[in-house]
C-alpha cells in the first residue's frame, strides 16, 4: 500500500512539474516558437529524459499524464494530446532502453561521457520528431521534412538546455549546502 502510494506520488509529481514547466514555457518563452507546432528550443525534452532515466515507467506516465494534462488546459482535443502524450513519454523510454542495450549501461548511469550522452539525446530527439511527424501524417497537419528537422533540432537543443541548467542547479546547491564535520 505504501509502495503503491510513493509510485503515485511520484508520477504526480512528475505531471505537475510538466504542467508547471509548460505553463511557464507558454507564458514567458513564447518567443521561441517558430510554428504553431514547434519551437526553437524545447527545453521539456530534457525533462522527459530526466524523468525516464530516474524513475522508468513512472516517468513515462508522470510525463503522459503531465504533458496531456496540459494539452487539454491549452484547448487541445482529448485525442491529440492523448496520442501526442503517449508518443512524448514512449520515445524517450526506448530510446533510453535501447541506448542501455547498445552501451551495456545499467539504470545506475554511472560512468556515462559525454559522447554517450549525445547519442541517447540525438536518439531521443531523433524518436520523438518522427513520432510526431508521423502522427501529424495520420491526422493531416503539417508535416515533412521541414517539420522533422525542427522537431530534432528543438529536442535537441532543448535537452542539453535543460541538463546544462540541472547541473548548474546541482552545483549551485552543493555550494550553498553546509558542510558536514567528519
Not at 494530446?81 to 526506448?94: N, T, V
Request: aromatic letters at 20%; one cysteine or more; glycine letters at 8%.
Amino acid at each position: 500500500m505504501i509502495n503503491s502510494l510513493k509510485k503515485l506520488i511520484i508520477v504526480g509529481v512528475i505531471a505537475l512539474i510538466w504542467i508547471s514547466l509548460d505553463a511557464i514555457n507558454q507564458g514567458y518563452f513564447g518567443f521561441l516558437k517558430i510554428t504553431e507546432l514547434e519551437y526553437f528550443v524545447y527545453w521539456l525534452s530534457g525533462l522527459r529524459l530526466v524523468a525516464i532515466i530516474l524513475f522508468g515507467w513512472l516517468g513515462f506516465w508522470g510525463i503522459f499524464i503531465g504533458y496531456f494534462t496540459g494539452e487539454i488546459l491549452s484547448g487541445d482535443t482529448i485525442i491529440d494530446a492523448a496520442a501526442l502524450g503517449i508518443l512524448s513519454s514512449l520515445a524517450p523510454m526506448i530510446a533510453y532502453r535501447y541506448w542501455q542495450s547498445a552501451t551495456s549501461k545499467n539504470d545506475d548511469f554511472d560512468h556515462v561521457d559525454f559522447t554517450q550522452l549525445c547519442y541517447l539525446v540525438f536518439l531521443h530527439s531523433l524518436l520523438t520528431a518522427l513520432f510526431r511527424n508521423f502522427y501529424f501524417y495520420f491526422v493531416n497537419q503539417v508535416y515533412g521534412i521541414d517539420q522533422l528537422t525542427m522537431s530534432f533540432s528543438a529536442n535537441v537543443l532543448g535537452s542539453f538546455a535543460f541538463l546544462y541548467l540541472l547541473m548548474f542547479f546541482n552545483r549551485f546547491y552543493k555550494k550553498l549546502r553546509p558542510k558536514s564535520i567528519h
